[in-house]
T-cell receptor, first 111, second 113 residues
Framework: SQQGEEDPQALSIQEGENATMNCSYK?????LQWYRQNSGRGLVHLIL?????REKHSGRLRVTLDTSKKSSSLLITASRAADTASYFC???????????FGKGTTLSVSS | EPEVTQTPSHQVTQMGQEVILRCVPI?????FYWYRQILGQKVEFLVS????????KSEIFDDQFSVERPDGSNFTLKIRSTKLEDSAMYFC???????????FGEGSRLTVL
């Protein structure tokens, strides 16, 4: 079953603007993670937020988690052209042994 | 940063042929995963492997698929009798300690003709 569902599917912004991506999931999770994928490449881990956390920051990244709504958001501040990529959320099951990914948000940042 | 290495980077095969994709995981990482991504689509969980046994598998991971650790270090995904719809990127991943963070390889692109 699909654990993560990102929204929007595609997002185009100008350099310097903020980008916000949302993720909804269906079942209880142990943690939720965001990954980035450049075209044709592997996924790179960005940030992890545990089910008992509400917000986390890492550099220009800010992630929130609302377990009551089963949703998360990823904010990239002051975006750069190099942020152009697909971004995926993934929920870890209760055993923490499997990450199930959503369909991803494709972010395009133009200079 | 330790790396997960996958080979081949690209394999072209005829429908009905067997394919073996290989992964060299990060040493001392005990959980291994295989994911599949059809071009332009989501990343789909196939199977997780722990301590030389399958710990979890998805509906996609049917009898056509198998995973092994043939020599205790490398980690393989075998696809028997490939079908056109098996064309995809196949990613191997290791779990980082207790964080749940996955380290992904660069993937093996499989093209079935």
């Amino acid at each position: 079953s699909q654990q993560g569902e990102e929204d929007p599917q595609a997002l185009s912004i100008q350099e310097g603007e903020n980008a916000t991506m949302n993720c909804s999931y269906k079942t209880s999770i142990n943690n939720l993670q965001w990954y980035r994928q450049n075209s044709g490449r592997g996924l790179v881990h960005l940030i992890l937020i545990r089910s008992n956390e509400r917000e986390k920051h890492s550099g220009r990244l800010r992630v929130t988690l609302d377990t009551s709504k089963k949703s998360s958001s990823l904010l990239i501040t002051a975006s750069r052209a190099a942020d152009t990529a697909s971004y995926f959320c993934a929920g870890a099951n209760q055993a923490g042994t499997a990450l199930i990914f959503g369909k991803g948000t494709t972010l395009s940042v133009s200079s | 940063e330790p790396e997960v290495t996958q080979t081949p980077s690209h394999q072209v095969t005829q429908m009905g042929q067997e394919v073996i994709l290989r992964c060299v995981p990060i040493s001392n990482h005990l959980y291994f995963y295989w994911y599949r991504q059809i071009l332009g689509q989501k990343v789909e969980f196939l199977v997780s492997f722990y301590n030389n046994e399958i710990s979890e598998k998805s509906e996609i991971f049917d009898d056509q698929f198998s995973v092994e650790r043939p020599d205790g270090s490398n980690f393989t995904l075998k696809i028997r009798s490939t079908k056109l719809e098996d064309s995809a990127m196949y990613f191997c991943a290791n779990l980082k300690g207790n964080t749940g963070e996955l380290f992904f390889g660069e993937g093996s692109r499989l093209t079935v003709l």
